[in-house]
């Protein structure tokens, strides 16, 4: 199995708040990433969290960090359409290690 | 300005007839990565270069080569493509491994026909 595990869809109305979590497995991970991966395109490095964090706030975005639970979240305020596109957590213990993703799409 | 460019951004191929995608940078970063990703699949990391030093995952086929030449030219070749082949594949760069940051291409869509 994956050593990243994601939900893979999530969907929210305009406006409202996103979501994404992900469990990793291991606990030496230096940093955690939350990418986001548009159609078509390579991955866009959002934000990154390191190990010794519980919360980033970054704009809209939020992470919140649980080592004891090995769970992150990456949390979008006033989520908008173009927000819409594959989340991915990775986790980085010498190479850096990706979730399957989670599509996000945000309806009108 | 793209920092991390892959070219070309599509390529299709026959099968079994050799295929090389390339990648640059212009960031002088240490690390520089290959990753295939098929569709609704996580990247899959098929191996890096530190400097100099080519770093194979174990469960990357032998048909999968790489050259990287200088500091910013990185080429991924893939000797004999199978129809299993076909897939996004994902250049990145850091500093180090480990990094605060990985750099990704566009990616380079491989089909094989």
């Known amino acids: 199995g994956e050593d990243v595990e994601q939900s893979l869809f999530l969907s929210v109305r305009e406006g409202d708040s996103s979501v994404i979590n992900c469990t990793y497995t291991?606990?030496?991970?230096?940093?955690l990433y939350w990418y986001k991966q548009e159609p078509g395109a390579g991955l866009q490095l959002l934000t990154y969290?390191?190990?010794?964090?519980d919360m980033k706030q970054d704009q809209r975005l939020t992470v919140l960090l649980n080592k004891k639970d090995k769970h992150l979240s990456l949390r979008i305020a006033d989520t908008q359409t173009g927000d819409s596109a594959i989340y991915f957590c990775?986790?980085?213990?010498?190479?850096?290690?990706f979730g399957a993703g989670t599509r996000l799409t945000v309806k009108p | 300005d793209a920092m991390v460019i892959q070219n070309p951004r599509y390529q299709v191929t026959q099968f079994g007839k050799p295929v090389t995608l390339s990648c640059s940078q212009t960031?002088?970063?240490?690390?520089m990565y290959w990753y295939q990703q098929k569709s609704s699949q996580a990247p899959k990391l098929l191996f890096h270069?530190?400097?100099?030093?080519?770093?194979n995952e174990a469960d990357t086929p032998d048909n999968f080569q790489s050259r990287r030449p200088n500091t910013s030219f990185c080429f991924l070749d893939i000797r004999s493509p199978g129809l299993g082949d076909a897939a996004m594949y994902l250049c990145?760069?850091?500093?180090?491994?480990?990094?605060?940051?990985?750099?990704f291409g566009q990616g380079t869509r491989l089909t094989v026909v």
């Open positions: 969290i390191f190990s010794n964090m």
């Open positions: 960031l002088n970063h240490n690390v």
């Open positions: 990775a986790e980085s213990i010498g190479d850096m290690r």
């Open positions: 291991d606990s030496s991970s230096t940093y």
């Open positions: 270069y530190y400097d100099k030093d080519f770093n």
């Open positions: 990145a760069t850091s500093r180090a491994t480990a990094s605060t940051e990985a750099f």
